[in-house]
């Protein structure tokens, strides 16, 4: 029987990369001294880094891989205000001001994108679109409703309406006017060729592992894992999770979801406007352009990281709900992709200062699916710390804030969810023995007694690592659909080699040759 699924691309590749050539840059090999360094070369790193360049400031921007290779080159790109249910969940828990606050502020970040692509003329795909909430089913058709009398208290200009224009049978939808969408990589390639010609230093495959402080001179020394240093001082953590914690905990207060992207190109046009879905498992709509072609983003599926089964099964659900927007035979899957986002206590994202202890180590992360303009907020929050600029924002996305209710209650429930999953992976069944796997299969596997993850990879060669976690003990789980070894307890990610992939670990798992074993446990008693 032909799987239905079959066309679901292999190679999970954003499009973005497509139609953009980013430029290469040398490793740091040298200790430098720098007025800040930027740790992350995403967007909210090359944002922070574009407006420091602005006020004539020596910038060193540092990226452990290639710039745009992490979450900002896997979003769906969305530059809106209207960060799904949120506007009525601030309000009451932390009332109008935060909520209002909160608001003002992406809002504000929308136009700074806009006035940079106008400024310095970028062609990026920038559009204006109204963005769209809508429901599928009763419950969430009351919270909907709740969030339009939120929008109504925090004078949120929208519009509550039946119906979208889409094939889709919902119970209401709620309408923010005047967002926007664009091509990320195309705006960001254009902002790294302007840092390159105002000088900023900008350095890959160059891994920040530490953050020293003198206390006498107020400096700060980035270390580099080839033992490199850049005295400085500030310091801007935008690395995604926090490569440097200080003493904020931030892997316990911080838990790491992925979700799921397809590129389609489709027979029919496109209606216009965003949309997403507020129920679960959440849908994801919008356009974009592709070598000059519209196509339709389809994203949705999230779960925590290392906790979502077979990964393919989420392609598969998109790509059913596809099948019920444009009908089977209406469309093409050109690209499918999965990323990973950090989510805070109180869905509020923390920037500013890492611990009150060390004021000139900034950090941004948490930004829960809603980087575009999360970024910006962080930079010009950032960036007006530096500058000793007031920014009324600051204080509602301080890390050091702490809301008992809820956050208290949400600190105790991922703490328990993460000693969960380091017990049980303790206590799981291997999955599999060596000679059962396929060529491109991983899976938990016995090997002379002791618990492996092996992977066979296309050409039949053996990939045999450690379970465990390199950050705080927990047991990997294979993900089948990026050929990676997730963790269930904090998200850290490793490729099928060890290597990490996404922190807060930061040392691979260990790794061992295949011909080294001399007895395969093969035997399924037990499993």
């Not at 406007?273 to 983003?297: C, F």
Request: hydrophobic content about 35%; glycine content about 6%.
């Amino acid at each position: 029987m032909v799987d239905p699924y079959e066309k679901i691309p292999e190679k999970s590749d954003p499009f973005w990369f497509e139609d953009v050539s980013l430029p290469r840059f040398e490793s740091l090999e040298e200790n430098i001294k720098s007025d800040v360094v930027v740790v992350g070369g995403g967007i909210t790193g090359i944002a922070s880094a574009y407006l420091l360049s602005q006020q004539n400031m020596n910038v060193a921007l540092l990226e452990s891989s290639r710039l745009l290779n992490g979450a900002t080159g896997h979003t769906t790109a969305k530059v809106t205000a209207q960060h799904s249910l949120i506007y009525d969940e601030l309000l009451n828990n932390f009332g109008y001001n935060v909520a209002r606050m909160y608001y003002e502020a992406n809002t504000d970040a929308l136009h700074l994108v806009e006035k940079i692509i106008t400024d310095e003329k970028i062609d990026c795909d920038f559009e204006k679109q109204d963005a769209f909430l809508y429901s599928t089913s009763g419950d969430y058709k009351v919270k909907l409703e709740n969030e339009y009398k939120a929008y109504d208290r925090l004078n949120i200009k929208g519009q509550l309406t039946s119906k979208i224009p889409f094939d889709l049978s919902i119970e209401n939808a709620l309408m923010m006017e005047n967002q926007a969408q664009f091509h990320p990589l195309k705006y960001l390639s254009k902002l790294v060729d302007i840092l390159k010609e105002r000088g900023v230093k900008i350095y890959e495959d160059t891994t920040a592992i530490n953050v020293e402080t003198d206390d006498s001179t107020k400096t700060q020394t980035v270390i580099t894992r080839n033992d490199k240093r850049i005295q400085c001082n500030h310091v801007l953590i935008c690395s995604h999770f926090p490569f440097y914690e200080g003493r904020g905990l931030y892997f316990s207060r911080l838990y790491a979801e992925r979700s799921y992207a397809m590129a389609l190109e489709t027979k029919m046009a496109y209606p216009g406007g965003m949309y997403l879905s507020v129920d679960q498992p959440t849908r994801s709509i919008r356009s974009a352009k592709l070598n000059n072609k519209e196509v339709t983003i389809i994203g949705g599926e999230e779960h925590k990281t290392g906790q979502g089964g077979d990964m393919i099964e989420h392609y598969r659900a998109l790509k059913r709900f596809s099948d019920s927007l444009y009908g089977e035979k209406s469309y093409t899957i050109l690209n499918r992709w999965s990323t990973q986002d950090l989510v805070t206590l109180d869905k509020i994202p923390y920037i500013g200062p890492i611990t009150k202890g060390q004021p000139n180590v900034l950090v941004a992360t948490g930004y829960r699916k809603w980087g575009m303009t999360n970024s910006h907020v962080a930079a010009q929050i950032m960036v007006d710390n530096i500058l000793g600029n007031i920014n009324h924002a600051a204080e509602i996305f301080s890390p050091q804030r702490f809301q008992a209710d809820p956050s208290l209650k949400k600190f105790f429930l991922e703490n328990l969810d993460v000693a969960k999953h380091l017990i049980k992976g303790k206590i799981e069944p291997a999955h599999a023995t060596i000679d059962e796997l396929e060529n491109d299969e991983g899976a938990i596997v016995k090997i002379n007694g002791e618990r492996k993850g092996a992977y066979r990879d296309e050409e039949g060669e053996v990939h045999i690592v450690d379970t465990t976690c390199t950050h705080a003990g927990c047991e990997v789980n294979w993900n089948s659909g990026e050929r990676s070894w997730d963790c269930p307890c904090h998200g850290s990610r490793f490729s099928y080699t060890g290597d990490v992939l996404e922190g807060p670990a930061e040392k691979p798992l260990a790794k061992h040759d295949f011909s080294s074993f001399d007895v395969f446990d093969d035997e399924k008693t037990g499993y």
